[in-house]
């Protein structure tokens, strides 16, 4: 589909990748029937949080690497200009979760915890689909593939794992709609190769600022659980 030349190899940090796949933490909080996994039930909420937390951290690190990978690979200089002088929405731009500290500051960790969710679902679909796209590269390396996959797999694992932790620390249940089913990403085959790398570019930039909001909205739960917020 795709056939542009590779324009700088990838990074020597990169050839660290399978340690990190090993190191990764155990999020395993799928449900069967609206049983927890019994490793999600025998912890305490505190450890949950954490894990959750940590598995946030590696999905945010690991698009950041794929991000940059893409661009140096895929994105000429000219067209990041473009990009960037231009603008650009994302896939989530409707999705009501806070955008400011101010704002994040005047919620409660149960909307904070309703938000990290509501993302986390947002982007389920949307990285599925990015994957196929990918494979149709001519010349992808194997290594941008393997991280865009483990992020989309991972991304479900922080799924089940919030939607436990709502039930632990809320003691309620959770939203059952998703923003993936509304129609948040409809893929054009037909573009031609420019404009599919950039919207896959966007994609991936999106998902990279979403996923940070993630992380920055679990972590302030956090302070607030141990009363310790700057």
């Not at 937390?53 to 690991?62: L, N, P, V, W």
């Not at 998703?178 to 031609?192: A, V």
Request: hydrophobic share 40%.
């Amino acid at each position: 589909m795709h056939r542009m030349n590779v324009i700088k190899e990838a990074p020597w940090t990169m050839l660290f990748w399978p340690s990190l796949i090993s190191a990764s933490i155990l999020l395993e909080c799928s449900q069967q029937e609206n049983v927890i996994h019994p490793y999600c039930a025998s912890i305490s909420q505190e450890k949950l949080l954490d894990r959750v937390i940590q598995h946030a951290e590696f999905i945010y690190r690991i698009t950041e690497e794929s991000c940059s990978l893409f661009e140096d690979m895929f994105v000429p200089y000219p067209l990041r200009v473009q990009r960037n002088q231009m603008g650009y929405d994302c896939l989530t731009k409707d999705i009501p979760v806070p955008s400011s500290i101010g704002e994040v500051q005047q919620m409660s960790d149960k909307w904070l915890l309703h938000s990290v969710l509501m993302l986390v679902q947002s982007w389920i679909e949307p990285l599925v689909y990015l994957q196929t796209t990918l494979d149709r590269y001519d010349g992808a390396p194997e290594m941008l593939l393997n991280k865009t996959k483990w992020v989309s797999d991972k991304l479900i694992s922080l799924e089940n794992g919030v939607v436990v932790l709502i039930k632990k620390m809320l003691n309620e249940g959770v939203m059952t709609s998703s923003y993936s089913d509304h129609g948040l990403l409809q893929y054009d085959m037909q573009l031609n190769m420019v404009e599919s790398v950039m919207r896959d570019y966007i994609v991936l930039s999106c998902f990279k600022k979403d996923s940070h909001k993630v992380e920055t909205f679990l972590k302030i739960i956090k302070c607030r659980q141990k009363d310790n917020c700057a």
